[in-house]
T-cell receptor, first 112, second 113 residues
């Protein structure tokens, strides 16, 4: 079934540890995004990629990095996790023109 | 500042009743507006998308309206069902090259039997 898949679905992480959230899509969408969703706030853009080989910073990029080596994969890395990065993370993708964004099921991350 | 505000924050209705959710935005330059449904523990799923020139768009029991002059949108749910219990998120897209989306904080709808 075509779609966008995130892994893991949930994770508890010790502060200071490094963590990579995985995101894979099989729809051949050019654009991919990482958002975080916190209680009382709308989804906020962390990083995005318009096409393979390019990335850009969103609203809240500090403490996160991404790479886009190919069309399908867009991993998000926390180099040294802090408790404020406790959140639900959503990966999304959209086709050329960005008419609609398709979301993964989310990764619930708790940093303790 | 680009903002999308939704009201009410939460809503409880009885099964079979209708309801209307509101979205006001101050986003510019405007490209399109979407409504998403997000079930608990899941990612958002698109319900409707409207461009500047569209006033209304339906998807089954969901009908979205857009007034680009007043920068307001609404989502009307007809004959609500228990499965409509979810958060409904209004999202406005900018006409920039970075595919930037501004998300509202959502309305949490609970439908009771």
């Amino acid at each position: 079934i075509a779609g966008i898949t995130q892994a893991p679905t949930s994770q508890i992480l010790a502060a200071g540890r490094r963590m990579t959230l995985r995101c894979t899509q099989d729809m051949r969408h050019n654009a991919m995004y990482w958002y975080r969703q916190d209680l009382g706030l709308g989804l906020r853009l962390i990083h995005y990629s318009n096409t393979a080989g390019t990335t850009g910073k969103g609203e809240v990029p500090d403490g996160y990095s991404v790479s886009r080596a190919n069309t399908d994969d867009f991993p998000l890395t926390l180099a040294s996790a802090v408790p404020s990065q406790t959140s639900v993370y959503f990966c999304a993708s959209s086709p050329q023109g960005g008419t609609e964004a398709f979301f993964g099921q989310g990764t619930r991350l708790t940093v303790v | 500042k680009n903002q999308v505000e939704q009201s009410p924050q939460s809503l409880i209705i009885l099964e079979g009743k209708n309801c209307t959710l509101q979205c006001n935005y101050t986003v510019s330059p405007f490209s399109n507006l979407r409504w998403y449904k997000q079930d608990t523990g899941r990612g958002p799923v698109s319900l409707t998308i409207m461009t500047f020139s569209e006033n209304t768009k339906s998807n089954g029991r969901y009908t979205a309206t857009l007034d680009a002059d007043t920068k307001q949108s609404s989502l009307h749910i007809t004959a609500s069902q228990l499965s409509d219990s979810a958060s409904y998120i209004c999202v406005v897209r900018l006409t920039s090259g970075t595919y930037k989306y501004i998300f509202g904080t959502g309305t949490r709808l609970k439908v009771l039997a």
